[in-house]
């Protein structure tokens, strides 16, 4: 036979909290419970009624679990708010039963201390909540892919960006949306070999067939024994941004009044194609054009008339001229074309070209009176010791000063 004693002694020593309650008083009490309730004395806790330490909101809950008769039933665990012998709040996972307690119906209450527990479970909750929150609201889209490439996860922002909804893009590859295998393949190269990209350009296509441009940043990721396992990152629409950039671009490099590029483009072209052009002994031609007597148009009819002139000889030069060449506008009246791989003859015949073409230009006054234009041309090539683009700079300047002062309207080649 096993002694009361030893069931006491169970009961105190146990580390779940147990308590006896007979006719809603507390009349028995082990040291776990005393502590749960924060007191130091028996006293403290026995002849107390249970419903002094149940937190208000989840009485009603814990008065209908301890008001059942009778001897066949068991409340199972639930959580119940406690406020202890200070009135702190602790969490507790209690269950209950009917016992026989000294000849008298009395219930059996034990109890885990849930309180550490329910406060990381709420921290994760809220942890949880701003995680979502911000991930919903995200502007970028996140994405997850496995080894293959298929997309495992998708962030919600892919509506805005792709206009797919995220179960649309899940399960499939990028190639439906990312189309630019050039793209596609260096983006898969860089996270290869540095393991991650941050920025990296490139264009999708959105369900509405539109093409935008993204920055992507990413990472790979690898399984628990190191081999890929994936690439997860965001990308981001930076439609707008480039839009911005390629305008901020032409406007740095653009003459405004004729549209063809400015002094310090045309200059940098110019470098880097004369640049390579002695690398692999290639020929290039200077052309230096100068309106004639620009200043008495000018004077005859404003300045506004003499920008119309500009323009349009611009347009009638541009009209000769092949990709490859580059025209620009040095300064004032002052033009330039550099044309790649053109012999001296052939050079010398789309100088030759231009000319005439504007000569043949009919210009319309105000008053509706026709009047002329003509243009001197300079024209030099590379010569063997050439070291910089500003020495045929000055051949083809001289060769202009040349045109100007044997009659105008000329093209003449530096010999
Ligand atoms: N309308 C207009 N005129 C300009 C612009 N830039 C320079 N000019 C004018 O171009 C004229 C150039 O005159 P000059 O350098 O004397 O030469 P020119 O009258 O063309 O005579 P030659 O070159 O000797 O044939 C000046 O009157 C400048 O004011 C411009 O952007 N718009």
Not at 2 to 7: A, E, I, N, P
Not at 13 to 30: C, E, K, Q, R, Y
Not at 123 to 142: K, P, T
Not at 220 to 240: K, L, N, W
């Amino acid at each position: 036979m096993v002694s009361d004693l030893f069931y006491r002694s169970l009961f105190d020593t146990m580390p779940a909290a147990a308590s006896i309650v007979v006719d809603g008083v507390i009349v028995l009490a082990n040291a776990a419970c005393l502590q749960i309730l924060g007191a130091t004395q028996s006293d403290q806790i026995i002849g107390h009624l249970v419903t002094e330490f149940i937190h208000p909101l989840d009485l009603n809950r814990s008065l209908t679990r301890l008001n059942k008769t009778g001897s066949d039933w068991a409340n199972a665990p639930s959580q119940f708010r406690l406020r202890d012998v200070h009135g702190e709040m602790k969490m507790l996972l209690s269950s209950s039963t009917p016992i026989r307690y000294q000849e008298q119906d009395a219930i059996l209450v034990t109890g885990m201390d849930m309180t550490a527990h329910a406060e990381m479970a709420e921290q994760l909750r809220l942890s949880e909540m701003n995680f979502r929150r911000l991930f919903e609201n995200m502007q970028d889209v996140y994405y997850r892919t496995d080894a293959k490439g298929v997309v495992q996860m998708v962030g919600p922002g892919v509506r805005n960006v792709l206009g797919y909804e995220p179960a649309e893009i899940a399960g499939k590859t990028a190639e439906s949306y990312y189309p630019q295998a050039a793209d596609r393949d260096a983006m898969k190269k860089a996270i290869m070999e540095d393991g991650k990209v941050a920025d990296f350009p490139g264009q999708m296509v959105r369900k509405d067939g539109r093409v935008i441009d993204i920055s992507i940043t990413s990472r790979a990721i690898y399984d628990d024994a190191g081999v890929f396992a994936g690439i997860e990152g965001i990308y981001r629409d930076v439609t707008q941004r480039k839009m911005m950039e390629r305008e901020l671009q032409r406007l740095a490099t653009t003459d405004p009044l004729t549209n063809i590029a400015n002094r310090r483009s045309f200059l940098e072209q110019a470098e880097h194609i004369f640049k390579s052009t002695q690398r692999y002994h290639d020929s290039i031609t200077l052309l230096m054009l100068d309106l004639d007597l620009f200043k008495a148009i000018n004077d005859k009819y404003g300045h506004l008339g003499g920008d119309k002139v500009l323009t349009r000889f611009a347009q009638t030069v541009a009209l000769e001229l092949r990709d490859s060449d580059v025209f620009g506008r040095l300064g004032g009246e002052e033009f330039c074309v550099l044309l790649q791989h053109a012999s001296q003859e052939e050079a010398m015949t789309v100088a030759e070209r231009i000319r005439t073409r504007v000569q043949e230009l009919d210009f319309e006054d105000p008053d509706g009176a026709l009047f002329k234009l003509t243009v001197s041309i300079g024209v030099t090539t590379n010569f063997e010791g050439d070291e910089r683009l500003a020495k045929l700079l000055e051949r083809a300047d001289k060769a202009l000063y040349t045109a100007k002062h044997s009659g105008r309207n000329k093209v003449v080649w530096f010999s």
